[in-house]
């Protein structure tokens, strides 16, 4: 294939499988680019832009434009084309997840820690929701005090109300305690902080990236999706890993190494369509008006 021909922009991988869809999250959550330095990710959003005109240097492979890609998918918001902070990129979210749960599965037998992980995770949420929203859609600095607030308090509340039910409980219901604050806080945080989606809408495309309008129905199921998709992320180490631990902490070697277990949990835890007959009737009347039945689906941006 001619490299003056080679549409950047397209699928590495067939997004239409899961395997496909699997290699291209595993491609941009890669934790070794958070590593690199700013100016190499601006020489990829560089490598990126002039393919996309159509202007590829010379003696550039296509391996060099797929890591470019790579690079720049992993550190740049989709919508506008900045540079995300670190915490809030997707190459990020492996160790900072990791670290983060890892302790609050560890230390949750105190008010005093259960507070300060739950806020420690808390406030990390809220930088990765805030940038990785929906930039078509900006949010306040109020809303985002509110949201963040909102969230906190929510989770504190969860999970100081649950350790403190679940005192004469048996051990193993103490440890889940804070699944169920990072369940409940989701719940309030995601959509707190992506309200204004959800008040105005968001852009909705056909297939070919051509915007048809804005729509309040995707916003919600696409904040929806983020919810369930977050929790149904934490449940496998916040209910499976507090099983092992619970059984790993009866051998005598573990009761010997107890300033591991939270290293030890460390290590442990490890776009979307929809049809137009499910739109506002406004944004249906106004797309069948102009592309008649051309147009099933669109597409848009639910955010992470």
Known sequence: M?????????????????????????????????????????????LVESCRAGSIPPGTTEEQLHYAKKLYDSAFHPDTGDRMNLIGRMSFQVPGGMAITGFMLQFYRTVPAVVFWQWVN???????NYTNRNAASPITPKQIGVAYITATSTALATAVGLNLYTKKAPPLV??????????AANCVNIPMMRQQEILNGIAVTDENGNKLGH??????????QVVISRITMAAPGMIVLPIIMQRLEKYKFMQRITFLHGPIQVMMVGVFSMAVSKLEPELRNSIVSQYGDSVQQVYFNKGL
Not at 122 to 128: E, I, R, T
Not at 174 to 183: K, L, N, Q
């Open 122 to 128: 808390q406030s990390f949420n809220a930088l990765v």
């Open 174 to 183: 103490a440890r889940w305690v804070p699944f169920a604050a990072v369940a």
């Open 2 to 46: 001619a490299l003056s021909s080679f549409d950047i922009d397209a699928p590495q991988w067939d997004q239409s499988t899961f395997m496909g869809r699997l290699k291209h999250f595993f491609n941009i959550t890669d934790c070794r680019t958070a590593l690199l330095p700013d100016s190499r990710l601006d020489e990829a959003k560089a």
């Open 215 to 224: 729509s309040t129905k995707a916003a919600v199921k696409g904040i929806t």
